[in-house]
């Protein structure tokens, strides 16, 4: 079998299913200023130097994001795979062909595929009412106790949707997403970026988030939010009053990450008093709006100004932010 043969089968095996085709969009570009000392990282791969932002301005059901975070996950672990079948059948090939050669239309064929990656994509949600349970209570969470979620009612009632529970695929115990809440799903390789295990991108989200809520600019822009995050010994960002304000989760797959981190803006707090936030029973929440009463901040406001902060982090230099409604996920 010839090498243009063998890539053609290859291709025809793993083509990327379930890219979404995306409706009307608002698009932008941002250069972010990376003279600052924030940056962790920086890409390695060609593709790794612009992140795509697509920010939803409408409030989605949750099970909704976790689909259009998945479409994108599968999307750059099919190309992971494809990848490493090339290289795989590439080394059995010249094993047992030692006198196999590439002619050059098969070289630029392989060089292409080998060069293929999809961009790191950040999706900002604002979500209606939802518990999700991480997988560290995913074996003991019982029905009882979803039927408990699901029937709570807020002491401000700012959503017609009653909230559900959905367990999913991230670190953590139980968290809550819902309206006046900014959640961000980081979909990106690991691999991309120099020396930048999870542990350094758990990490580089924290300090995100940090800036985030230091920095903003509000009052049109003549003042700051100046909001002062910690860290403590638990995964996320609290206040000086000790407060937690933002929290953690995230996935890894063969260093493709998935979900990542919501910041309170403005939502109903007895939502997360509700339950025992982190495990831990004295942690409190709070939020933007509890912590600056005097300022009128919304959810897009702080999606923007996290994902500029990441891409610091990352040592990106471009974000390109698309502002959709909806997506649809029919292929």
Sequence with gaps: MSFGLLFKNILNKNELKGVPRVGRVQAFSYATD???STRKTQPVDESAKAIRHLQFTKRLPF???????????????????LHAKIRRRLIK????????TINDSEKQVINSILSM????????????????????????MTQEQIARFESFVPSRVISD???????????????YHGPGQMVAYIIMDLKSFHNFPARFFVSGLEESVI????????DDGRQLLNIDGKLTGETGVWTVDEKKIASLGINVRRSVTSHGVSINVNPDLSYMTNFEMCGLPDVLPTSIEEQR??????????????????????????VERMQLDDINLEV
């Excluded at 209606?128 to 074996?139: E, H, S, V």
């Excluded at 009653?162 to 999913?168: E, I, L, R």
């Excluded at 800036?211 to 509000?218: A, D, E, Q, S, V």
């Excluded at 005097?294 to 999606?303: G, L, Y």
């Design 34 to 36: 990376l003279s600052s």
């Design 63 to 81: 099970e909704k994001g976790l689909q259009i975070q998945e479409k994108f996950a599968k999307a750059q672990l099919d190309i992971k795979e």
């Design 93 to 100: 090939l010249r094993e047992e062909n030692v006198n196999t």
């Design 117 to 140: 990656k999809p961009n790191p994509i950040i999706l900002t949600f604002e979500f209606d009412p939802t518990y999700t349970g991480g997988k560290r209570i995913k074996k003991t």
């Design 161 to 175: 949707v009653m909230p559900k529970f959905v367990q999913v695929e991230r670190g953590g115990q139980v968290t």
């Design 211 to 218: 800036r985030t809520l230091k920095y903003l600019k509000i």
């Design 293 to 318: 009463p005097d300022v009128s901040i919304n959810v897009q406001n702080v999606a923007v100004k996290f994902v500029n902060e990441l891409a610091k982090t990352l040592g990106v230099s471009t």
